[in-house]
């Protein structure tokens, strides 16, 4: 049974910094490309961050980048998110989710952390 597992989520203030993790168990973590994305109230799931298998890659939605850095390490089956200088605009519920190496789609999906800004 594949699991992710977010934490790491909270309450900070504009500005401020939080770090995301994302535990996997269930799967072969090291052959997983691994995604960030976030839904805010009242709007649709978007993309955040990606991460390929072997951290060789990393790719940022552009209303993150400069901010926002993906990390993970295989050994631990762990993805991080940090953010830093974060606005009230990143208020969201944050999930990981992995996709195979031949898969267009992700395949697992964690449960969400919330992460809320104040101004």
């Known amino acids: 049974q594949v699991q992710l597992v977010e934490s790491g989520g909270g309450l900070v203030q504009a500005g401020g910094s939080l770090r995301l993790s994302c535990v996997a168990s269930g799967l072969t973590f090291s052959r997983y490309t691994m995604g960030w994305f976030r839904q805010a109230p009242g709007k649709e799931r978007e993309f955040v961050a990606v991460?390929?298998?072997?951290?060789?890659?990393?790719y940022y939605a552009d209303s993150v980048k400069g901010r926002f850095t993906v990390t993970r390490d295989n050994a631990e089956n762990t993805v991080y998110q940090q953010m830093t200088s974060l606005k009230p605009e990143d208020t969201a519920v944050y999930y990981c989710?992995?996709?195979?190496?031949?898969?267009?789609?992700?395949?697992?999906w964690g449960q969400g952390t919330q992460v809320t800004v104040s101004s």
């Open positions: 991460i390929s298998w072997s951290a060789a890659s990393t």
């Open positions: 989710a992995g996709k195979g190496m031949a898969n267009q789609e992700y395949e697992y």
